[in-house]
């Protein structure tokens, strides 16, 4: 690695001001998922029908992956992640808009489509996850772990949306591990951009 200043060069500013965007906006995402599986646990529960509220959130909790992945792509200066990034925020709306769809058919409906999103998205982040690995942005391990997990629950919400008794409590456990996911990413990047500092005095 040079030992220039990152700035000094236009694919070092590139990487700091990437590294500066995705910091902020992981960290805000994982702060909001938290919040989200906090007033979803409070609205919903164990209850085995859904409530407005419930679907409220349930449709609002894609819609911030949406935003976050236009807000990720406008960031981005280019790559194959970017495309894969468009295509998760796509995906998001379009699971915002099933979601809104299936809470009218009740609780293993809005299983089933949480399941599928969950498990194509969780896809999606590994594949943004692989190729943002290198030495500007770091190992992503956060982000490959949490899409893998992601990709894992999604199989096992279907399943479990097949059986008798679904409940969509789990939802709650689900967008804290992603919360926590985001957050630890936030903070490797920021150790990441710091390192990088101290290499270059």
Not at 33 to 44: E, I, N, R, T
Not at 45 to 70: E, F, N, Q, W
Not at 176 to 198: C, H, Y
């Amino acid at each position: 690695m040079s030992t220039q200043p990152l700035s000094s060069t236009p694919t070092g500013r590139a990487g700091m001001g990437e590294r500066s965007s995705l910091l902020k906006l992981f960290l805000i995402r994982g702060i909001l998922a938290v919040a989200w599986a906090v007033a979803f646990s409070s609205v919903q529960g164990d209850k085995a029908d859904l409530g407005s509220g419930a679907v409220v959130l349930l449709v609002a909790y894609p819609l911030i992956d949406a935003v976050s992945s236009l807000i990720d792509y406008r960031a981005t200066p280019g790559g194959s992640e970017r495309r894969v990034t468009a295509f998760n925020g796509a995906l998001s709306t379009l699971a915002a808009i099933a979601l809104a769809l299936a809470g009218a058919g009740g609780l293993e409906a809005a299983f089933h489509v949480f399941g599928v999103w969950a498990l194509v998205s969780g896809i999606a982040q590994v594949i943004v996850g692989l190729r943002r690995r290198g030495p500007e942005l770091g190992k992503q391990w956060p982000t490959l772990i949490s899409g893998g997990l992601s990709f894992l629950v999604g199989i096992t919400y279907n399943i479990q949306a097949a059986g008798d008794n679904p409940s969509l409590a789990v939802l709650s456990v689900y967008a804290t591990g992603g919360g926590v996911w985001f957050i630890l990413q936030a903070v490797l990047l920021g150790w990441k951009s710091r390192q990088l500092r101290t290499r270059t005095v």
